[in-house]
Nanobody
Framework: QVQLVESGGGLVQAGGSLRLSCAAS????????MGWYRQAPGKQRELVAL???????TYADSAKGRFTISRDNAKNTVYLEMNSLKPEDTAVYYC???????????????WGQGTQVTVSS
């Protein structure tokens, strides 16, 4: 089993910054993709940013230019630096990891429990 533990959420004023962290632990041979998703009340969960093991990143249009995703492969940890936050960024942010638990070619998706980010106007 693999556990993802997020931290760093909270309440911030518009224009402020937050840094989210997500640490993976458990049976891990390799983590292929790590990412952040978010879900606002009454809306579907949506992609915020992804980063693959080699460092290539993908961002939602809403995150481009404001958010930066990074990872520390040695620590199995992914980060999301969020700047110039807006009230519409308010959501529960979830960490996701695509993990290969053993050298065998099978991967599984895991989710964190979510961390609340609230941006006040």
């Amino acid at each position: 089993q693999v556990q993802l533990v997020e931290s760093g959420g909270g309440l911030v004023q518009a224009g402020g910054s937050l840094r989210l962290s997500c640490a993976a632990s458990g049976s891990i041979f390799r983590i292929n993709v790590m990412g952040w998703y978010r879900q606002a009340p009454g809306k579907q969960r949506e992609l915020v940013a992804l980063i693959i093991s080699g460092g290539t990143t993908t961002y939602a249009d809403s995150a481009k230019g404001r958010f930066t995703i990074s990872r520390d492969n040695a620590k199995n940890t992914v980060y999301l630096e969020m700047n110039s936050l807006k009230p519409e960024d308010t959501a529960v942010y979830y960490c996701n990891a695509n993990v290969r638990p053993t050298p065998r070619p099978y991967e599984y998706d895991y989710w964190g429990q979510g961390t609340q980010v609230t941006v006040s106007s």
